[in-house]
């Protein structure tokens, strides 16, 4: 490993360091807080001002604690205190003043979920075209195999599940039947492909959980602070589930997921029905909004929907795909949330 890689490796532990040792000084403080809250009308007043000066004093604490962690490891110590005034937390956001609320792809901008989807799709993918196998002039020939890194981008990531098994099917040659909703996983129909796709994801979350990437939690403590309302939008079934498993549920207002998709019919990126239905819920104008977005079609579709900034998201951090998101027409682009808090602190 290079020494470069190395340094880099370790400022991103210690970055990951102070960022969990922050949220959970912010929790252990909200929790006091709403305790104290709750003893309101039952505690004489001379107690409950007692308690008061307490949490301030505890307050004080952990923001002088944070800060000497972020000093001594030479980071920026201005945006590690457990809370943040609304008008430096909106600065810190790297946001234009316009913007009230931010929408979030989930996959890959907010949790590492991606290499799961890819995993349970080439599961159930190549349970199938195994099954189909033929023998010819004694070979035996089968379609070709899944590749998670060819075929998720082209034929899979971004639409509902259901899309995403006609595209990949039509793009073997390959007709199945309809089927029904609720079809054994693994069925050789359109549903039971699905089907065994969520259930294969379900097992990988159980056995594998699903991260936050380095910064998000912070981005959304921050948003938080700043006022704003955050949502949410993919196309997997196990949305809830991942928001859950990643310790992100509590900052996200709300959310379209694959059964809000499905139901409303909205239409794939570079349509922006997904964008605009997350705007309507959080009841905030699309050019009051910024958008994160992974892909040339999700810019497209926030562009589409007029919304008021979109910055695209790369988690591999290639520049080429960084050019090309810029290029089609983000306002900013960048490996992840916790480089938007570097540019601010």
């Known amino acids: 490993m290079k020494a470069s890689d190395t340094t880099a490796a370790k400022r991103a532990a210690v970055r990951a360091e102070l960022e969990s040792l922050r949220s959970e000084w912010r929790e252990a403080l909200l929790a006091a807080r709403d305790a104290l809250q709750a003893e309101e009308g039952f505690l004489p007043a001379e107690e409950l001002a007692v308690r008061e000066r307490h949490l301030r ?3 004080a604490t952990a923001a002088a604690e944070l800060r000497r962690f972020a000093l001594d490891e030479g980071i920026s110590a201005e945006l590690a205190e457990p809370f943040l005034p609304r008008a430096r937390a909106r600065r810190a956001l790297a946001l234009p003043k316009s913007i009230q609320a931010c929408v979030f792809e989930l996959d890959d901008v907010l949790v590492a979920s ?9 599961r159930a993918f190549n349970e199938l075209m195994s099954s189909r196998s033929e023998t010819v002039y004694s070979r035996e020939i ?35 039947p309809e089927g029904a909703p609720d079809d054994p996983p693994g069925a ?7 089907n065994r796709k969520s259930e294969r994801l379900g097992v990988l979350l159980e056995r594998d ?18 006022g704003m309302s955050c949502a949410v939008v993919s196309a997997s079934a196990h949305t809830n589930e991942m928001l859950e498993r990643s310790g992100l549920s509590e900052f996200i207002d709300a959310h379209i997921d694959a059964g809000a998709i499905e139901s409303g019919r909205l239409r794939n990126p570079p349509a922006p029905d997904r964008l605009l239905a997350a705007c309507r819920v959080l009841g905030v104008e699309p050019g009051r ?26 988690p591999g951090g290639d520049p080429d795909n960084l050019r090309k998101l810029m290029r089609a027409g983000a306002g900013l682009a960048v490996p992840g949330l916790a480089q938007l808090i570097e540019r601010a602190g």
């Open 289 to 314: 909004v910024a958008a994160f977005e992974t892909s040339r079609a999700g810019v497209e579709a926030a562009l589409a929907a007029a919304v008021g900034y979109v910055i695209a998201v790369d």
């Open 142 to 176: 089968a379609p070709e195999p899944f590749d998670p890194s060819k075929d998720y981008g082209e034929h899979i990531e971004g639409r509902p599940r259901l899309e995403g098994v006609r595209a990949l099917l039509a793009s073997r040659g390959i007709r199945l």
């Open 188 to 194: 050789e129909t359109v549903h039971g492909i699905a």
């Open 57 to 59: 004093d505890e307050y």
């Open 114 to 122: 991606g290499a799961l989807h890819r995993e349970a799709w080439a």
């Open 209 to 226: 959980g699903v991260r936050a990437f380095e910064g998000a939690r912070h981005y959304l403590e921050i948003a938080r602070d700043a």
